[in-house]
């Protein structure tokens, strides 16, 4: 219940995941497979953390997710944002 008035204070948190498909021999890899990179990005009021993933060197089994970029204001949390980018991983295999 609010009061008349008053505003309720929202506190939002986006993620958005992208994935995206380098073809064989691609500049970014150069390997004879093609190559899947997730990217997990949360959009804090802080700034923007990103935790990436790929198959990497075995076609269609991903890699464990690690921090790519982190705010100074996010790296006490570098840990459970790698847990939920995770998390959303298995949601997408």
Known sequence: ???AGVQPKI??????ITQR???PYDDRHGTASS?????????F???TAEVDQTD????????????????PALQ???????AAATA??????
């Open 35 to 43: 190559v899947v990179e997730r990217t997990f990005a949360f959009d």
């Open 56 to 71: 990497y060197g075995h076609p269609g089994r991903f890699n464990p997710c690690h921090p790519r970029l982190v705010p």
């Open 45 to 47: 009021p802080q700034g």
């Open 76 to 82: 006490p949390k570098t840990n459970q944002l790698v």
């Open 21 to 23: 498909l380098y073809p």
């Open 1 to 3: 219940m609010t009061t």
């Open 11 to 16: 506190r939002e948190l986006r993620i958005r």
């Open 88 to 93: 959303l991983a298995g949601l997408l295999e």
